[in-house]
C-alpha cells in the first residue's frame, strides 16, 4: 500500500469519559480540528480522519481498529490504557480556563476525612472513576488508601457531592474546572477539600500501538505545537476549549512509551 493510501485511511478518535457531549454534537468539531492540524503538519489534505466517543468502551473499541493512528484523550484514561494501547505521547493539550497541567482534588463532608486510613470502608466517585489506576495511584499518590475502597465513575458530579455533603460514605475527586466552582454551591461549607494530587496532564495526544511511522508522527507533533499561535489559529481551537499544544511532560509515574511494537 502506497503512503498516500496508507494517509487516507489514518482516523484520530478523540475520546473523554465522564464529560457532556454526544458523539453526534462533537463530530463537526473534532472533523475542523483534524482538518486543521493535516494543514499544520503539511500532510496531504484529507489524509486523517477524526471520531469522538463519549465512552471508555466505545473509545476502545475505536482505538482497536488498524486506521485508528491517534488519540486524543484525558490524562485518566492514558494512565489506565496507556500500556494495552501502546500509546506514546507527542503532545500535550493547553486546554483554555486550565492550563496544559491540573491538580484534583477529592472533597469529603467537612470533618470526616482527614488521612488515607479514614477512607476506609469509603466509595470515590469521579468523572475519572473509570481509571482506578488514575484515581488511587496517580491522584491519590500521597496517601495510603485502604484496599476494599471502590472507585466509580459518574457522570452527574452535583449529585455526588450532594451525596457527600449528606453524610453518605463517599468522597469526590474533582478535576480542577469542577474543584473551582466548589464554592458557588449553597451547600459548600458541608465540603472540604482533604488532599489534592500533584499536577498531571489535563490531556494527551498519542500514537497509537506504533501505527504511524516516526517521520510522520514527529510532524504531526510539529504541526500540533504550532496550532493557536499564527493569525486566527485561536479560532481553529476554540470549539474545543483548546489553546495549542506543548511537548509531553509527564509525571514519573506515568506509563512509559513503548520503544517499539
Known sequence: MSILLAAAASTLVFCAPGYPGAAGDAQPFVDEFAKAAVAAAGWPAGSLSAVYDPTEQGGLAKLGGADAVLAFVPYPFYVEHAAQLHLAPIAQADVVGVGTKEKWSLVS????????????????????????????????????????????????????????????????????????????????????????????????????????????????????????????????LASLKLAGFVMPALPADAPKAPTSK
Do not use: C, M
Open 109 to 236: 463532608k467537612t470533618g470526616r476525612v482527614t488521612g488515607g486510613p479514614s477512607l476506609a470502608g469509603y466509595t470515590i466517585v469521579s468523572v475519572a472513576g473509570y481509571s482506578p489506576n488514575f484515581v488511587l495511584h496517580s491522584a491519590l499518590s500521597a496517601w495510603q488508601v485502604p484496599a476494599g475502597v471502590k472507585v466509580e465513575p459518574v457522570g452527574q458530579i452535583l449529585s455526588a457531592l450532594r451525596r457527600v455533603a449528606s453524610g453518605d460514605q463517599v468522597a469526590a475527586l474533582l478535576d480542577q474546572t469542577q474543584s473551582a466552582a466548589l464554592p458557588t454551591l449553597p451547600f459548600a461549607s458541608d465540603l472540604k477539600v482533604v488532599v489534592q494530587s500533584p499536577e498531571v496532564p489535563v490531556a494527551i495526544i498519542a500514537v497509537v500501538d506504533n501505527r504511524l511511522p516516526a517521520a510522520r508522527a514527529k510532524s504531526f507533533q510539529a504541526g500540533l505545537l504550532k496550532l493557536g499561535k499564527g493569525a486566527g489559529e485561536a479560532d481553529k
